[in-house]
């Protein structure tokens, strides 16, 4: 079965290669926002998809202002749940409707971003619901202008093939991916991140690292992703610490933002690995924040990916200028496990998840390893024991 696994691999690898997948055009600043904005047609009104706390923190104001200021009519839908719902989606869409709006702009972290696209997706797809256009190329149609505006530096949803979804009633989460799906423009504005709390800063800057790393490792890697994979690496070693500490660095927060962007180019490419996998039935079960899923089981499943992982890892070391050159792959492999260990130390990641439930895991290992065994080119592979091994690695004492 495994070869089926890595045939079908090697057949998304070259639909990568010789397809090719579209990126947004990249914006940065206040100043980037207005460039954008001149491209729109004043007369035709934009959908404004943001969600209820960035509304009333007034993240989302000067978004607003400046489209005042540019005589440029919007919607303001709010109504996004941390996991964005099916009837999210489909409230989004009614207000697009109404209003007969042309374009869309998302301001939030991959939550907002993730809605926002499928609200475009069901605009040019009105006769799809939202369950039809899960999996891989369901839409094949040519989105509304969408501009990703990240208020988290974390998802890299800005720039990425998918959107995830949630379905309350199946308790399950589930991806549309399309190429269709990349915003046409993404806006990164270090200002909007500043009041992120140090919480929330650090398991979206760990989000944004475990894309990389995912990328990286696996194997589809390409120049280009590996490339982007290690830039953003080096970012968020360098950066993410600061802007946890202190918020109002808007170096630090900038440079989060950029890492966040060129982790989502290389893993839209090359996809992730059983990180995500765990992770996405964390959330489905649970609400189990993404970033905070995949930061708390990010350490376990390196481990377990052992020797056949120590060249890659090395290699990023290599890159960081964590290592020394006369050292072998497995101890550079081993100073980069520990850097990344004391990191989520020194960003108080909990080790343990309250809400997990021991008589869950094997569902959830279940369903783990279905998502990842197709879909993810992962540097080695794992049966269902080991998932729920690593599982149980995670449950709470107390």
């Known amino acids: 079965m495994y070869f089926l696994y890595r045939c079908y691999h090697f ?12 990126d947004p055009r990249l914006y ?8 954008w904005l001149v491209l729109l047609n004043p007369n035709k009104p934009v959908l404004v998809v943001t969600d209820n706390t960035l509304k009333n923190l007034g993240v ?20 996004v749940d941390a996991n964005p719902t099916i009837s999210n989606v489909e409230n989004g869409l009614a207000l697009y409707q109404q209003y007969t709006c042309h374009s869309i702009i998302a301001v939030g972290g991959g939550s907002v971003i993730d809605c926002a696209k499928l609200i475009g997706a069901r605009a040019v797809r009105p006769n799809k619901s939202v369950k039809q256009l899960k999996g891989l190329f369901k839409v094949l149609k040519k989105l509304p202008p969408l501009c990703a505006i990240p208020t988290t530096a974390g998802t890299g949803s800005e720039t990425t093939v998918a959107a995830v979804v949630n379905d309350p009633q199946m308790q399950t989460k589930y991806a549309a991916t399309d190429f269709a799906l990349v915003p046409s ?3 990164l504005i270090a200002e909007l991140t500043q009041t992120v709390p140090d919480f929330i800063t650090a398991a979206t800057g760990i989000d944004a690292l475990t894309h990389a790393l ?3 490792i696996g194997t589809n890697g390409l ?12 970012l968020i070693l360098q950066n993410l610490l600061t802007a946890h500490k202190n918020g109002n660095d808007l170096v630090a927060r900038e440079n989060m ?11 839209t490419r090359t996809s992730v690995g059983y990180v995500h996998a765990i992770a996405h039935q964390l959330g489905a079960q649970y609400g189990t924040a993404h970033g905070l899923a995949n930061s708390v089981i990010l350490m376990h499943v390196l481990k377990f990916y052992g020797s056949s992982i ?21 101890e550079k492999a081993a100073i980069l496990l520990n850097t990344l260990e004391q990191l989520l130390i020194d960003l108080a990641i909990p080790r343990h998840l309250k809400e997990l439930k021991v008589a869950d895991i094997p569902k959830l290992a279940d369903a783990a390893i279905v998502e990842a065994n197709w879909d993810y080119p992962v540097p080695k592979f794992m049966n269902v024991a080991q998932c729920q091994a690593i599982i149980h690695k995670v449950v709470s004492n107390t």
Do not use: T
């Open 223 to 234: 120049a280009f992703s590996d490339d982007k994979s290690l830039r953003a690496i080096e």
């Open 11 to 22: 057949i998304l690898k070259c639909i990568v290669i010789f397809i090719g997948i579209p």
């Open 214 to 216: 995912e990328a990286y």
């Open 257 to 267: 933002l950029l890492a966040s962007f060129y982790a989502g180019q290389a893993f």
């Open 28 to 35: 940065q600043g206040y100043s980037g926002f207005k460039q």
């Open 60 to 79: 989302v104001a000067p978004i607003l202002a400046l489209l005042d200021e540019q005589a440029i009519s919007w919607q303001l839908f709010s109504d």
């Open 185 to 187: 423009d993404a806006v």
């Open 310 to 330: 120590d060249k890659k890892l090395a290699a990023i070391a290599d890159h960081c200028q964590l290592a020394q050159s006369h050292q072998k792959p497995a």
